[in-house]
């Protein structure tokens, strides 16, 4: 098992003590360091280069989507980046949606329960969004375009695109997508790319955002 070197960055001590008690105890995650506002985490991120960092977004100084944007433009030396999830107390919170556009990767409430905080480390790791249903909510409100009614979008799509389309909004992985539907990596990143054009999104994720927003997933 791959240990996931992870940074909190948080300007509540007590958010930062309590995610990382409860980190610390699965096996696989490795608390590399804490800081309490955006200056910190971007010393922090070029000294311990974590593959995760859990980012707060209203800290006083350099809140975290300058943060975001400052690490996500400063690659390591092998020219990796680390996953940068959003923890938000505010289902309204006007900077949610700038961090998509810094960077971020995976958006989350900090009601979440702390096992899915967990699994949404490892799924980071592994390259697979994961979307809080009310974040996609907001996020979609924010990503239609003026006239334009998210739910007339998808309707472009083939069967089979919308079956790509639902298993991004679980987070799944390119592999994972071709192994459940039984096709080729390449075909399945042919169906991504004309999802995001026909959705008319930039990525994979803001493609999991509308999936989550209109229903397009299984239950869980």
Known sequence: MENIHVLIVDDHEMVRMGLATFLQTEPDLVIVG???????????A????PHVILMDLVMDGLDGVGATKEI???P??????PKIIVLTSFINDEKVF????AGAFSYLLKTSPAGTIAEAIRK???????IDSQVASMMMNRLQRPGTKANQLHTALTNRELEVLALLGEGKSNKEIGELLYIGIKTVKTHVSNILLKLEVEDRTQAAIYAVKEGLTKPS
């Open 98 to 101: 700038p961090a998509i556009e």
């Open 124 to 130: 980071a790791f592994k390259g697979e969004p994961m």
């Open 46 to 49: 070029k000294q311990h280069q």
């Open 34 to 44: 804490q800081a309490k506002n955006g200056l910190e985490a971007i010393e922090l």
């Open 76 to 81: 390591i030396e092998d020219g990796s980046l």
């Open 72 to 74: 996500m433009s400063h």
